[in-house]
């Protein structure tokens, strides 16, 4: 974690200062990861919703199918942030479009 300021110009006040959080992601859960990141609360909790109801557990380390016991099982790969939006069968969206 960090903390940041943007310059002000010469006739504004002092900009607020910004947390800056830094992850390190190992490769296999980067999509997910970043799907994560670049997603509003409400679009998480939606997207997090549907995934429950097709039959998937999904967080923002991983993407895995649920067994009839409920218990998840091994983790599914991903190799683009479309492919957890393809597991789920939910219309791919860019990030500048996941802000509910």
Same mark, same amino acid.
């Given at each position: ?22 992850? +390190? ?7 997910? =990861? &970043?799907?994560?990141?670049? #997603?509003?609360? !409400? ?14 557990? +999904? ?7 649920? =067994? &009839?016991?409920?218990?998840? #099982?091994?983790? !599914? ?24």
């Amino acid at each position: 974690m960090g903390v940041c300021q943007l310059p002000s110009k010469d006739d504004e006040a002092a900009c607020p200062y910004r947390r800056i959080d830094i992850r +390190l992601i190992p490769k296999d859960q980067y999509y997910c =990861g &970043v799907l994560y990141f670049t #997603g509003s609360d !409400l679009f998480n909790k939606n997207m997090r919703a549907h995934a429950l109801e097709m039959g998937f557990t +999904l967080n923002e380390y991983t993407i895995r199918p649920l =067994g &009839v016991t409920g218990v998840a #099982g091994e983790p !599914l790969p991903v190799d683009s942030e479309k492919d957890v939006f393809d597991y789920i069968q939910w219309q791919y969206r860019e990030p500048k479009e996941r802000s509910e």
